[in-house]
């Protein structure tokens, strides 16, 4: 059996390896002190998440919280990678990885939304008679804050290997998903952006919110408001899912190319061109996570 038309693989780029995802095993494709590619593999699948997972407006839910469940996973894996002192097993380890995961995630939610709201006030404030900008301010300065952030990204060493880690790994599935074998000159023939890419799914999200939040004037109490913004939150991410989901099933069509057109925008900029040895390190998880599932 021809595992490419079955098989559905997915992946991350990690600060210092590649992720590539099965419906039952993952694999982590590293390099070791001596620059030799070695791996990490372990079983990653949930029959509840696999029942969930085919039901419409679910499904949005359990991709984003198996995201950022398998983003601690990777941590605690590279930790191992990196140290070998460092007792993986240790409930203490795993606490303290998690708490320093929701730490910096709520700082870089607190530098996007708290950040432009002060500048907006202070702009409204002291230089505008009118606040009736104050809205539109602060929106452009979030998006601006938040494409700056991940443009920026791309000037520090881990982050340039991050996306080209990234690209390599698209370009790998994208040649394994069109059943050509998997060589280096092969995978250059494909597109370092990919239509299932969770980057844009996780961008739209952020996208969506921000706008209706801004656009719809509730007049509730805050713990109303926050109510209302987790409900209202949730059933953004189950229609973005959706409607990406419809964008990547039909990306060969003009109106799936049209949904996919955002998502390719931003991952030219979480993308860059991968040096031989991404493509290398891609390829063997790639092939490492086809050989599992048979």
């Known amino acids: 059996m021809d595992l490419s038309k079955t098989l559905r693989l997915g992946g991350q780029a990690l600060p210092e390896g590649i992720l590539i995802k099965g419906p039952k095993y993952i694999v982590v494709a590293y ?25 419409p407006f679910i499904r949005g839910l359990i991709t984003i919280f198996e995201t950022f469940s398998l983003s601690i996973k990777s941590i ?16 203490y380890f795993k606490l303290f990885i998690s708490l320093m995961f929701v730490v910096v995630i709520l700082l870089t939610i607190g530098i996007i939304i708290f950040v432009p709201k002060l500048i907006a006030t202070l702009i409204t404030d002291y230089f505008l008679s009118s606040t ?17 952030y991940i443009f920026l990204y791309r000037f520090f060493a881990v982050g340039k290997k991050m ?22 000159d092969n995978l250059r023939k494909f597109n370092k952006e990919h239509p299932r890419c969770g980057t ?11 706008i209706i939040f801004h656009t719809i004037d ?12 987790l409900i209202i939150s949730l059933f953004i991410i189950s229609l973005t899912y959706e409607t990406l989901l419809l964008g990547w099933k039909s990306d060969k069509m003009f109106f799936g190319k049209i ?14 061109k991968p040096c031989d040895d991404d493509l290398d390190l891609a390829i063997a998880g790639t092939n490492k996570c086809v050989e599992l599932h048979k």
Do not use: C
């Open 76 to 91: 605690f894996v590279m930790a191992e990678i990196s140290d070998d002192e460092i007792n993986l097993d240790s409930i």
């Open 31 to 55: 390099r070791d002190k001596l620059n030799d590619i070695d791996f990490v593999t372990f079983e990653w699948s949930f029959k509840l998440f696999d029942y969930l997972r085919k039901i």
């Open 218 to 229: 509730f007049n509730l109490g805050f713990i109303y408001l926050f109510l209302a913004r």
């Open 259 to 272: 949904i996919n057109f955002p998502g390719y925008i931003l991952q030219k900029i979480t993308t860059m």
């Open 163 to 184: 996306f080209q880690y990234h690209a390599a790994e698209h370009m790998s599935i994208h040649a394994y998903e069109n059943q050509e074998l998997l060589t280096k």
């Open 132 to 148: 009736v900008f104050k809205v539109w301010i602060e929106l452009l300065l979030r998006f601006s804050i938040f494409f700056s």
């Open 200 to 210: 844009a799914f996780l961008a739209f999200v952020f996208i969506y919110a921000n």
